[in-house]
């Protein structure tokens, strides 16, 4: 079965770092745009991290540049997300999603939009 599952999440303190991993069973990650998003409790998911399939082209929120860093390794068919300098306002349930036919920016634009692939979430909370 072709699925998405993400690992790496738990609780770390402010100030802390965090990898998420996404890797997919079933099927290759070559050729697909893949996106990092995120939903905080009472709050729409929102685009965190894209990255083209030829790891070329990024995009990044506002909020999380400089401290976030998504990175992919197609032999081993993962996308990580490397998240540091954590504050609270980062805890939230992250998602891997991928697609075969988005742009990067236009993947991260649209948290809502019922790509091919979706990750069943992982916890991440920072907090003292």
């Known amino acids: 079965q072709a699925q998405l599952v993400e690992s790496g999440g738990g609780l770390v303190q402010p100030g802390g770092s965090l990898s998420l991993s996404c890797s997919a069973s079933?099927?290759?990650?070559?050729?697909?745009?893949i996106g990092w998003f995120r939903q905080a409790p009472g709050e729409p998911r929102e685009g965190v991290s894209c990255?083209?399939?030829?790891?070329?082209?990024?995009y990044y929120i506002d909020s999380v540049k400089g401290r976030f860093r998504i990175s992919r390794d197609n032999s081993k068919n993962t996308v990580h997300l490397e998240m540091n300098n954590l504050e609270p306002e980062d805890t939230a349930v992250y998602y891997c999603?991928?697609?075969?036919?988005?742009?990067?920016?236009?993947?991260?634009?649209?948290?809502?939009?019922?790509?091919?692939?979706w990750g069943q979430g992982i916890q991440v909370t920072v907090s003292s």
């Open positions: 999603a991928a697609d075969l036919y988005v742009a990067v920016r236009a993947m991260c634009a649209g948290a809502t939009i019922p790509y091919e692939y």
């Open positions: 990255v083209s399939s030829t790891d070329d082209s990024t």
């Open positions: 079933g099927f290759t990650l070559d050729g697909y745009t």
